[in-house]
């Protein structure tokens, strides 16, 4: 059983920076593959960002290629969203999610994920 809790949203002006963090429980947090989404109003979830258990691989969509980068410290058992250049179509709920998988490419689908956050608001005014 994993937790999620993501910490780090909020209002930023078009262009700002954010980093989301996402702070896992369970001792095994290591060997999960971690997916961020993001989820706009009327709009389905979609994935942003995610990174295989060893750091070894990391998917970006093409929205966000050059400007978030997902890295993670095992060993802080976190997950981080570093965000650059933001734009107000970025504005949307962000969801740190997990599954254990021995696929060697990260899911992209959010329903092969089992473990969810809560959920972290990003507003990018312009």
């Known amino acids: 059983q994993v937790q999620l809790v993501e910490s780090g949203g909020g209002l930023v002006q078009a262009g700002g920076s954010l980093r989301l963090s996402c702070a896992a429980s369970?001792?095994?947090?290591?060997?999960?593959?971690v997916g961020w989404f993001r989820q706009a109003p009327g709009k389905e979830r979609e994935i942003v960002a995610s990174?295989?258990?060893?750091?070894?691989?990391?998917y970006y969509a093409d929205s966000v290629k050059g400007r978030f980068t997902i890295t993670r410290d095992n060993a802080k058992n976190t997950v981080y969203l570093q965000m650059n250049d933001l734009k107000p179509e970025d504005t949307a709920v962000y969801y740190c999610?997990?599954?254990?998988?021995?696929?060697?490419?990260?899911?992209?689908?959010?329903?092969?994920?089992?473990?969810w956050g809560q959920g972290a608001q990003v507003t990018v005014s312009s």
């Open positions: 990174i295989m258990w060893s750091a070894s691989s990391t």
């Open positions: 999610s997990a599954v254990r998988t021995l696929e060697t490419m990260a899911p992209r689908s959010p329903y092969e994920y089992d473990y």
């Open positions: 369970g001792r095994t947090f290591s060997t999960y593959v």
